[in-house]
């Protein structure tokens, strides 16, 4: 069927609100990335003046007619006019359901919090932020409050909805619960067996910046990153960012340990071969974005986790190592390596986390903010309920609120319901993985080759190409058989680290 | 005077166009300094949707209303707003004068030629890009003739005021007919001058491009550039972009010379000092801009070519280079320096041109697109139009159009009636430099410290800090108490290569 004048138009109005949107991401890659610090001020000034071009285009009247006209012309069957449409309508109508008021009281009060959260986690000093955080959550109920009803949610399904469409807290409460029994008996059983295992070797730097940069930019290039439509920067958090012509991807190096650099590389490399592998026929349009948060950590962490800190890969990696940094070559062998980058630890700080406890971290805040937005929990006991949460998943408690309710910039700067896709993604990770093994024979022969080009393969034609046609279960299902089923990881951490 | 609501409407739509120009900076200084080559076509479509945004905000029907009624209210006796008023005056009438298919046929045209102009420059066949030019000059000769009646001016002067307000053509004849007649004379008599006197000995590299960066950097730390406020990165083409509080400016390296390098960067450190200093009070509004592109020269060129090249501050450069580069001391003698740096040539390409011969250049193209814009030339004829011209001027002749008529993008990209800001800016330095000695009694012995600052303080007092408060002549006369007078500059050229 041809396109019709009222699905043309929306076509241009979103092709339109995409390329502002493009503005808007190498503005923030610029900020974060190079700009000096003198050019703060103004770049938040031009990206609140993009954010409300970009807004006033979408909400416009005409917006709503052309969505009618459209809707009214049928999709002839074409499934991805379908969710083109489908998405542009709840696009439309997520917009629309914000007083600009409540918008704008939001970007202030986040804004204000953010700050002053940046001195309270430096000092310790949770009751310094409380009155800022109350004022965030406090609009921030408002706000998925205000969603709830047209998008037919809870306020916090809502919420969430913004990050990764489709997924409920439903669905992802008995899915943390089975995860939380697992780890019970998993943590102790791997802690136990690293204890009878060697001690890792460190290698001893330093290791020089310039010697990582290069080995890292090889190395994403190795993963199948194309550096004609790519560039890799230094910023104090690693990040991916940019546009899917011209992904800019971070990370941060210190002399003494090449491994952080290392690992945040491979992990925006995964994230950027996504969105370098979006559906061409549909840049610029909902339904040629990427499928959303947990979809996308999938994709960062079927990179670093899956495919890097594999056997096969670290067997190909350790040589590459040597190579580049000399000296000792036992850290270098591929068992050490293994044990030095497949570690179980307890720990306070999520980002820090090993991949089995991270979920722990992930449950912790899932629970806390839906308490938080359901109004069970008041702000001010947050930190109490913090630590006794973490108590009760990993049995240690933060020695302060540095470590503890502090750490993560989410909740103060008003993202609620954003959590969940860390672990959303690396259980999918897993189950990517699971079904690309059977699907790719020479998968893992390609890995120890460093040769990520089959598992790229498979990923690019059942995930990267189907931009957001399908919500992050259908994806699944039409990937690996079934909606996301967290055995796999489970499996995943069995064979890794009770195997 | 309080301002009045229609004026504070004003004042908003003119800072939100202010600050999508700002975007475009950003985003324009990012394709040259550092996008991977695969960014290039998405950059394009985001530039040319800001720039529609912004068109949109300036010709919305409302601007009319905000326009009338703070034009109703008056300014209050104040020149600051009733500058700012009429500047967005002008730029409303210039952006509703123009229909939209001709502004999209222009940017089409000009777009289309820019390219084939890069294949026609590099084979150095003019009649490759011929009918393409045909085009550019067709439309711009419409867009002139459109502008002219609404501005009231000849089209040519409608097109030259769109880079620097406030020029006229009938002002500038007589001064480049002066200086034709000065440089028949002089030219002979600095050749003849330069011929007796010892030759120049050339540096021998290779020089780190490391080592020329940071000297670079260091430079125009020195000369008053803040770079909690500024970037330095390499590009092909040197330039100054960003904005007032991020300034970006870039330099080419290599190794064989440093020469380029480092007066390039000083040449752009003076563009960028210049927006620095824009009055903050009016930051985002017509008035707090700088006063055009010849104004904006000048300030390059009193950095680059009356301060950086004089004795006294060659005396502080000869030690620093030698302590960057080491070596033989003898090119790095002040006086080996100024013989270096200070040649007169006769020359094809105006880019490489001295100070001296440059205005020939700029004269003849000057009176070629006066010839275009009237018809009186046809685009067939420009090439040996061209070369007489140049012949007449400097007695040479090009081999070819590569290095004749093909040499300079500009009129290939659509700009007619840029070029006599690059001497009108050369002429009001010379002439701000002899107002600034006078009035600053410590200025030439602070360049001989490799202190700019009693210049600086000087040109931030009378020329940064007025914005577009004053018209380019009208600046001139406040800061030097005449109209831009070539004497100045000739009394310059005549002191530097016949004294």
Tied chains: 1, 2.
């Excluded at 350790?318 to 497949?342: I, K, Q």
């Excluded at 570690?343 to 986390?353: K, L, M, P, Q, S």
């Excluded at 390609?446 to 393969?457: A, E, F, K, N, Y």
Aim: hydrophobic share 45%; glycine share 8%; with cysteine.
């Amino acid at each position: 069927m041809r396109n019709t004048p009222g699905y043309d138009r929306l076509i241009d109005r979103f092709a339109r609100i995409a390329t502002i949107g493009e503005c808007s991401s190498m503005l923030g890659w610029d900020a974060a990335a190079v700009m000096p610090p003198g050019g703060g001020a103004a770049r938040g000034d031009q990206l609140a003046v993009l954010a409300g071009l970009a807004h006033a285009q979408l909400t416009a009247a005409e917006t709503a007619d052309e969505l009618a006209a459209a809707e009214a012309d049928g999709t002839g069957g074409d499934p991805w006019r379908a969710a083109n449409l489908a998405l542009m309508r709840q696009a439309y109508t997520r917009a629309t359901a914000l007083p600009a008021d409540l918008v704008e009281a939001q970007a202030r009060a986040n804004s204000a919090c953010e700050k002053v959260w940046r001195d309270a986690k430096a000092t310790s000093s949770f009751s310094q932020v409380r009155p800022y955080l109350e004022e965030v959550v406090r609009l921030v109920r408002h706000i998925g409050g205000a969603l709830a009803p047209v998008v037919g949610l809870s306020p916090y399904d809502a919420l969430m909805d913004g990050y990764q469409r489709g997924v409920r807290a439903a669905d992802v409460t008995p899915i943390f619960a089975a995860y939380e029994t697992f780890l019970a008996r998993a943590l102790p059983e791997a802690e136990a067996r690293q204890a009878r295992a060697p001690q890792p070797i460190r290698p001893v730097g330093p290791f020089s910046i310039e010697a990582q940069e290069a080995l890292c930019r090889r190395l994403s290039e190795r993963l199948g990153l194309d550096y004609t439509h790519a560039r890799l920067d230094r910023s104090v958090h690693p990040f991916s960012g940019g546009t899917p012509t011209d992904v800019r991807i971070t990370t941060r190096y210190i002399e003494a340990d090449f491994t952080q650099a290392i690992l945040a590389v491979v992990h925006e490399t995964g994230h950027a071969l996504y969105e370098r592998g979006l559906p061409r026929d549909y840049a610029r349009q909902p339904v040629g974005e990427a499928a959303g948060m947990a979809a996308h950590e999938s994709q960062s962490l079927i990179v670093e986790m899956q495919a890097c800190r594999s056997d096969a890969f670290l067997s190909w990696m350790g040589p590459e190592l040597l190579a580049a940094f000399g000296g000792d070559p036992a850290p270098y062998h591929p068992e050490n390596l293994g044990r030095l980058w497949r570690r179980v630890e307890r720990g306070f700080i999520r980002v820090d986390a090993d991949e089995m406890t991270y979920p722990a971290h992930v449950i912790l805040r899932f629970r806390l903010e839906q308490a938080l937005i359901s109004g069970d929990l008041a702000v001010a006991d947050l930190p109490g309920a913090w630590n006794d949460g973490l108590h009760a998943l990993l049995g240690i408690t933060p020695p302060d609120d540095a470590r503890g309710c502090l750490q993560d910039i989410h909740w103060y700067d008003g993202a609620f319901g954003y959590f969940p896709s860390y672990t959303l993604g690396a259980m999918a990770a897993a189950q990517l993985m699971t079904a690309a093994r059977k699907a790719v024979p020479d998968l893992d022969a390609g890995l120890s080759r460093g040769d990520m080009s089959p598992l790229l393969g498979w990923l690019r034609a059942n995930v990267h190409s189907q931009g957001s046609r399908l919500g992050f279960n259908e994806l699944l299902r039409a990937a690996t058989g079934k909606p996301l089923d967290p055995q796999d990881f489970q499996a995943h951490l069995t064979a890794r680290y009770l195997g």
